[in-house]
């Protein structure tokens, strides 16, 4: 499957676009964002699991990304409620579950090889930095090898600088409503710029809180592999 996994073209998703589709484990849901690949794919996905469902134990052969939406999710190494943000580098392996139900960014597939640091951040327990124009502070969650991942927190009616996406840029937005030039994204929204896009971003009356990751678009991640131009998949 190659869905959204061109990556020069800019993807949105609203939250009014979702559909998720059974998993193959009972009880596991997903809404596929960009997926590039079969079973084992570079991907990026909304994951929903019901009160009780779980999955079976597995390795993680290019890396596994989580942030923790909603409820408590899992494994038997603990339990991670909203607001945790999980990376289970290549060659890790878990069993995860969730009791009550929960609901994942799941991003797997885009480690790059050299990336070994496991992660387990509760971001409410984190101090937030300023960000660079007033009205934005900043959560870094992680950073490897010009690859950058943070929580940004928008007051309301902030308005940032026009700035180019060398690496592109990819945003969940998790609470409020993000704004720029192009649209407007309420919670939920996903937007994926390409390299060297640009835009000018702000906030209204609402402020929002977002997951913003730079830098990986064409970084040469492990899963890269699975991606399949244009050309190639048209016969
Ligand atoms: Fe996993
Ligand atoms: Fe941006």
């Known amino acids: 499957m190659q869905l959204n996994s061109n990556f020069s073209q800019r993807a949105v998703i609203l939250p009014a676009d979702y ?7 009972a009880g596991v849901s997903r809404m596929m964002l960009d997926r590039a690949g079969a079973e084992v794919a570079r991907a990026t996905s909304i994951v929903r699991y019901d009160a009780g469902s779980g999955y079976s134990s597995h390795t993680h052969d290019g890396g596994e990304e989580i942030l923790v939406l909603d409820g408590v999710f899992s494994d038997e190494h ?10 289970n580098p290549p060659g890790s392996s878990h069993q995860p579950f969730s009791e009550n139900g929960c ?39 992680h950073e490897h090898d010009g690859v950058s991942t943070a929580l940004v927190r928008w007051a309301p009616d902030t308005q940032f600088n026009r700035h180019i996406h060398v690496g592109g840029e990819e945003i969940l937005v998790l609470e409020g409503l993000f704004c720029d030039e192009y649209g407007q994204y309420p919670a939920g929204s996903w937007i994926r710029s390409p390299r060297y896009s640009q835009h000018t971003p702000f906030t209204q009356a609402e402020g929002a809180l977002i997951y913003v990751k730079v830098g990986h678009l064409g970084a040469g991640l492990l899963g890269d592999k699975f991606i399949q131009s244009e050309q190639e998949t048209t016969p």
């Open 19 to 25: 559909k998720f589709v059974a998993s193959p484990l």
């Open 103 to 141: 609901t994942l960014l799941v991003k797997l597939w885009q480690f790059a090889a050299t990336d070994t640091q496991q992660l387990a951040i509760n971001t409410d327990q984190q101090q937030w930095r300023p960000g660079l124009v007033p009205g934005l502070s900043v959560l870094p969650l």
């Open 78 to 87: 603990g339990d991670y409620p909203a607001g945790s943000y999980l990376r």
